[in-house]
């Protein structure tokens, strides 16, 4: 059974940085996503990473969020976020893909598996 958890998420002021983390059970090897879902709004993806490690992000967090992840297994995915901005606030979900990848910025309907989300807040 695939699982995924998320943790790191919190409250962070304009300017700050936030580490998100996503633990995946049974992910094998497939690729792993981070999207967030902001009130109001769709469910977007802003990152991934494929099953041999090649990362992929989308424009608004380009050169401010990393993804990476700790083995080759992708059990466990961080996402560090960098220079947080009044758009970032959301609810951040990991999600487990449907295939390995590359590429991987395929939006929802690429991901099969989804953890319950972490919240993260920017505001001073």
């Known amino acids: 059974q695939v699982q995924l958890v998320e943790s790191g998420g919190g409250w962070v002021q304009p300017g700050g940085s936030l580490r998100l983390s996503c633990t995946v059970v049974n992910p094998h090897r497939y690729a792993v996503g981070w999207f967030r879902q902001a009130p109001g709004k769709e469910r977007e993806q802003v990152s991934c990473i494929s099953r041999d490690g090649r990362t992929e992000y989308e424009g608004p967090v380009k050169g401010r969020f990393t993804i990476s992840r700790q083995n080759a297994a992708n059990t466990e995915i961080t996402l560090a976020m960098e220079r947080l901005q009044p758009e970032d606030p959301a609810v951040y979900f990991c999600?487990?893909?449907?295939?390995?990848?590359?590429?991987?910025?395929?939006?929802?309907?690429?991901?099969?598996?989804w953890g319950q989300g972490t919240q993260v807040t920017v505001s001073s």
């Open positions: 999600a487990r893909g449907r295939g390995g990848g590359p590429p991987c910025l395929y939006g929802e309907r690429f991901y099969e598996f």
